[in-house]
């Protein structure tokens, strides 16, 4: 009776697991050589990236190699796509584990299908989930799911199983990976003060990197716990963290919880996304439009309308030499093609041009020395002869969608293939991110090491950022703002005590020109004591297409002094 009360009470468990298992092919049941492949959130976020565990139970005597083709859509069609790929070998006899970070589709609905192949056998699986564009995407631990997770669904749908959205994804806190980018999707993770505990050390850095980026962490314990017992930063970057009370069967009342991640003070990313950049997207007004020089083509269409017809017909091939058609109309219209696509060079050119906006911080405190960056950029292409190109910083990189025109590819449509390809530390990508005559709006945020800070030195600061900076603003303790100009990396510098008035309609004029998620990043940093704002345009940014000229880079840093 024992044994059969203890195999009902695991059958009842394992819907509840944090993990899918996205595929289990045995290949050879004697031996159990086995491949797994474990999706460690139970579902994909509506972007950024989807982490997988591969793992690899070879007890052969000879080597086995699989590879596992990843696709994923944004949305119920087939219009929207990323494409990725990853191989992992284990020697015989050797157990080989790994983590995969997939890339994902932006889109409200979030497909993810594996397909695995190679020494081990076939297998395939797909998952799915339904997000709510006006709601921000959570993760939610197994311990707040499993009482929580159907009555904030239903908070959410209104009680309507048709058509449904998902409140959250769930998580087992010691399988976390220790990337930053398998949260870098999600606006809120929500979880208990023992879930952060039994985290592993490269899982909490990985949390703490993505909060400092704009993410909203909730902790709730049942036992009152502080920030500092739990050993999470007075200073949460660009995000915030809270811990709140919860009674010890661990149950939340949903329209509590809906409001406690709705005050996020930062923007859900696919609100973001959708509405940031279409309409009054500073950036992209300040970069200009296009100018379509019609009356030149025009003149070139009746030309070749002339020569093509009456021309052609009454000199070229005159009565009687009629056999020449067949010559002089192929030539007259490759010329005429030639002359279009110079003509088109000529007002296009090669590659691309666009400009840049970086909002940095930096954390030189507490062993970090890191540089938590967002980037917006805006560009207009002419003719590319590639559109593959490799990211050497590791990042979240997502097209935005911008104001419908006869130049823009990534609208309210939102169609293309978007591939990425994590490898060996970098990220190549392929597909439509830069198209031929198009304009394009991306938006990136990284995770750097960096030494670069502003710290204190005999008689004044020093900068030991690499580059000059143009200005830099610094609020003091007692409240008072200070500025110094002309700042060069190496050399001391002095500040001077300044009005408030004469700092604020600076700052804003920087903040103006970004779009709203990260104004209101820069504005939250504004109001910290002890800070540094400084701007420059020698920062170099997040490389992407070599084929792109940046027309400027205007970087905007916070941090505190060291």
């Not at 058509?163 to 208990?192: C, N, Y």
Request: glycine share 8%.
């Amino acid at each position: 009776m024992h044994r059969v009360s203890l195999l009902l009470a695991l059958i009842l468990l394992l819907p509840l697991r944090a993990q899918e298992t996205m595929i289990r092919q045995v290949f050879d049941p004697v031996t159990d050589t086995h491949v797994e492949v474990l999706a460690l959130f139970s579902k994909p976020s509506p972007s950024g990236y989807f982490p997988v565990r591969v793992k690899i139970a070879n007890n052969l005597k000879d080597d086995r190699e699989i590879t596992l083709d990843f696709e994923s859509s944004g949305d119920y069609s087939s219009d929207l796509k990323t494409r990725s790929s990853f191989s992992l070998k284990a020697g015989g006899g050797k157990t080989v584990t790994r983590d995969f970070m997939v890339p994902l589709c932006p889109g409200d609905t979030s497909w993810v299908q594996a397909n695995l192949s190679g020494g081990l056998g076939p297998g395939s699986n797909t998952l799915r989930t339904d997000w709510d564009s006006g709601q921000a995407a959570v993760l939610l631990s197994e311990a707040l799911f499993t009482p929580n997770g159907s009555a904030l669904d239903s908070a959410i749908t209104g009680g309507s199983s048709y058509g449904s959205h998902h409140f959250s994804s769930k998580f087992d806190p010691k399988q976390l990976p220790d990337d930053w980018r398998a949260f870098a999707g999600f606006d809120s993770i929500l979880m208990t003060d023992s879930d952060w505990t039994n985290i592993p050390p490269g899982g909490r850095n990985a949390i703490l990197s993505w909060v400092r980026l704009g993410g909203q962490l909730i902790i709730y314990s049942p036992s009152s716990a502080k920030e500092a017992a739990l050993g999470l930063p007075e200073e949460p970057g660009f995000g915030t963290i809270a811990i709140h009370p919860i009674p010890s069967d661990l149950k939340m009342p949903p329209p509590g919880v809906l409001a406690t991640v709705s005050a996020n003070p930062n923007k859900s990313h696919q609100q973001s996304m959708h509405n940031d950049f279409q309409t009054s997207w500073p950036l992209q007004q300040r970069f200009g439009e296009q100018q379509f020089h019609y009356a030149l083509f025009v003149v070139v269409m009746i030309v070749f309308a002339i020569l093509v017809g009456p021309i052609n017909l009454f000199v070229f091939a005159k009565s009687g030499q009629r056999h020449r058609l067949f010559i002089t109309t192929p030539i007259i219209s490759l010329g005429a093609s030639l002359l279009m696509i110079g003509l088109i060079i000529l007002q296009d050119g090669f590659g691309g041009s666009g400009m840049r906006l970086v909002l940095m911080e930096v954390r030189p405190d507490a062993d970090v020395n890191a540089a938590y960056l967002h980037q917006e950029q805006f560009s207009r292409t002419g003719v590319l002869s590639n559109s593959r190109f490799t990211l050497d910083t590791p990042a979240f990189f997502q097209p935005v969608v911008i104001h419908e025109s006869r130049w823009a590819r990534f609208t309210n449509r939102m169609k293309g293939n978007f591939n990425l390809q994590p490898a060996d530390g970098k990220t190549i990508a392929s597909g439509d991110w830069w198209q031929s005559r198009s304009e394009q709006g991306h938006r990136l945020s990284a995770v750097i090491p960096t030494r670069g800070r502003i710290e204190k030195a005999p008689d004044g600061l020093l900068s030991t950022f690499e580059f000059p900076i143009d200005t830099i603003f610094y609020l003091d303790p007692a409240n008072q703002w200070h500025r110094a100009d002309g700042i060069t990396a190496g050399k001391k510098f002095t500040l001077q005590p300044v009005d408030e008035s004469m700092v604020r309609p600076a700052l804003q004029e920087e903040s103006a020109g970004f779009a709203d998620a990260n104004r209101r990043r820069l504005a939250l940093a504004s109001k910290r004591q002890g800070h540094f704002i400084a701007i420059t345009t020698h920062a170099p940014g997040i490389a992407t297409n070599p084929s792109i000229r940046w027309k400027e880079t205007r970087t905007v840093i916070t941090g505190p002094v060291k």
